[in-house]
């Protein structure tokens, strides 16, 4: 029987685990070649990178350890009447996912994989969990909002379209993660808040028709907590190690497995939009429609010990038009820094680059760098807030009842 | 349903393609600082290591694939009479203790662990499995040989000791191979005629009872015969690529699980007589009773072309009695080269490193790389055809009936 009490107890002893593992494999991966130097420190200083997985491989013993404690007492019952057969199996197929991305995350931090292999790892990764899904459950319905009942009736299946939105979820939240990234405790930080926030949405939602499913994510975000717990301690300014796409990927297939077969999906993308809004914000540079330097990270002015915003400079007359005109009303908007130039009769156009790590510090103007990944956090946490505010009203207009 | 035609198929195409990626990766290992030098070359060129990963994450995206194929066609009918549940969620288990397997052993090859950890991955790897036995089958009697059947019964449950007695056999296997091995193409090779006996003894019991059970593990052997044979091909004498700790680890594992899973343990140990005996050979130096050095490689002679074996040298007065005796047993019977010295009251013992690469060596003198390691394979094809002889008069011997 899942308790949630033996879980949580767990998940502590995970933290406190991974918080005393981590120093202990530092030197290994500085000799492994595993490692960075902090663009926004003075000290050039080696820190390990790709630690998430160290936090995952103690993540996975201990949800591998929960699963006899969990399952066993079904055993002494009648066992072909009440074992939760299908639950059972998409338990092991998301460990069997977390596990891949976990293997395939950690293979790119290592051999420094291509963009193209950015899509397709998650892709991969997912396979399993989605193969298990088709065997097991294989619904594919979904509940048509109020306004379009009228032309496609109360529900829709959707089919293979319904596993190509979950593909395409679970790549979106791994890569989501690692593009709102690269400064200390920023990555690792925005997956604890959201993690938090699936725990309490799973918690508050426990007394319903749909405890098993909440109770399947909890099996998972709660030792998630725990071991990102831990490495944030040591991941927090200044680092002592990088997380790494490893942690990244790791994270976001967590939540794209937990949301998927725990059935509240469509409430985990509110839990993203400081993602999702970096995401559409990033799209311009991410298809190249304006010109991409390889790295968007804040600029490290080491006089005043501050970050502020990055910039490219491009010629004006090499930018297509459509970027022209995104650059226009991003400005107008006052969403971008833009400075135009002419010199011998060149005319270069310098804009900040699109993260919201960069908005932000349009906005504020430069900053100390904890500053910044605090006033990102308190960003994510606000969204958060205004993501359960919003929930459930907005599954009332959309769909006139409480939709899980 | 599962078809050996479709999945032979999908394993050649998982063959082809790894045959093709190995050579694509081979820069970015280098690249990222996984690399060895062939100390038995020459050349001094840098060889890819490590490279198991990328037959590993093939045969894994090839038998998620299979997921859908192999039990989509129980949907069609009445589900919940019919559907193998048991069987399903070990398959999906022993993919998670693969891809576990792999995922550790790659992390062995990059940050380069430790000896106890040696144990520890494995024993970790392996959890799954284990736990996934337990909520399903939880089957721990095992039949008592004849003669011993006037005292303990026909059959004995061995309760928690058969869950170590599964737990040592991954470790074992896993470490087995990774013990004979270090000259080109050996590890490839003898795990591929090891996955070729198994597939062997899966077809010809095919017909009998316990005919889903050999279906089980041919699910996984005849993908993994496919990505190995690709493997071999480049790590074949002169190796372009090493396979590295995360192949044999994967492979170890791979062994592992169908024989467990599949119920035929027992008949997997006949197929590892080489590595036990390898084993049995190497526990003086591998348990420190002698002198161990750090690689105990056959010794490359560059004018001749040839490889010799390797020896390692002590003090006589330092060796603890019980390694005396080892000595002398060994030497009297045949098994070891032993030459003492006495220089200036000074008493040296030189003995050659205690792996059955180095007594192939002793009994043929030295010979060629290649020639060393198709006499070591061709062992290991005669332990083979050895176990197929014994298996079924050893069962009938010992059981009185066939069991499987």
Request: glycine share 6%.
């Amino acid at each position: 029987m899942f308790s949630i009490e033996v879980t949580a107890g767990l998940s502590i002893f995970a933290g406190v685990l991974t918080y005393h593992l981590i120093p202990k494999f530092s030197e290994m991966f500085i000799k492994a070649n595993l490692y960075g130097i902090d663009l926004n420190k003075s000290s050039g200083v080696k820190v390990p990178e790709a630690t998430g997985v160290v936090t995952g491989c103690v993540f996975l013993m201990v949800t591998f350890l929960m699963i006899p404690l969990t399952y066993s007492d079904f055993l002494l019952q009648d066992k072909n009447e009440k074992f939760p057969h299908e639950e059972f199996v998409q338990l092991i197929a998301a460990l069997l996912s977390m596990t891949c991305m976990l293997l395939l995350g950690f293979a790119d931090d290592v051999l420094d994989l291509r963009w193209r292999h950015k899509l397709l790892l998650p892709s991969m990764a997912s396979l399993p969990m989605l193969m298990v899904y088709y065997v097991t459950e294989n619904r594919t319905e979904i509940v048509v909002p109020l306004l379009l009942r009228g032309i496609l009736g109360t529900s829709v299946k959707l089919g293979i379209l319904y596993y190509v939105y979950m593909g395409l979820l679970a790549v979106f939240a791994t890569n989501a993660i690692n593009i709102l990234a690269g400064i200390n405790g920023l990555e690792v930080g925005q997956s604890l808040i959201i993690a938090v926030s699936v725990m309490v949405f799973n918690l508050t939602s426990l007394s319903g028709l749909s405890r098993s499913y909440h109770e399947f994510s909890l099996y998972f975000i709660l030792p998630y907590i725990g071991t990102t717990t831990a490495l944030l301690v040591h991941n927090w300014y200044p680092s002592k190690v990088f997380a790494g796409d490893t942690f990244c990927y790791f994270s976001g297939m967590t939540f794209a497995v937990v949301s998927i077969l725990g059935h509240f999906s469509k409430t985990l993308l509110l839990f993203f939009i400081p993602q999702i809004l970096n995401f559409l914000y990033s799209l311009p540079q991410l298809f190249h429609i304006l010109p991409c330097p390889r790295h968007r990270l804040p600029k490290y002015i080491k006089e005043d010990d501050v970050v502020t915003m990055s910039t490219t400079t491009a010629n004006w007359n090499e930018i297509k038009p459509l970027g022209k005109l995104i650059i226009n009303v991003l400005s107008k908007l006052g969403f971008l820094h833009v400075i135009r130039k002419e010199t011998k009769g060149n005319e270069t156009v310098q804009y900040n680059n699109l993260t919201i790590i960069n908005l932000i510090l349009k906005f504020y103007g430069p900053m100390h760098e904890q500053s910044l990944t605090i006033t990102l956090l308190g960003v994510q946490f606000v969204c958060s807030i205004l993501a359960f505010m919003v929930r459930y009203p907005l599954a009332h207009l959309l769909f006139g009842e409480i939709v899980v």
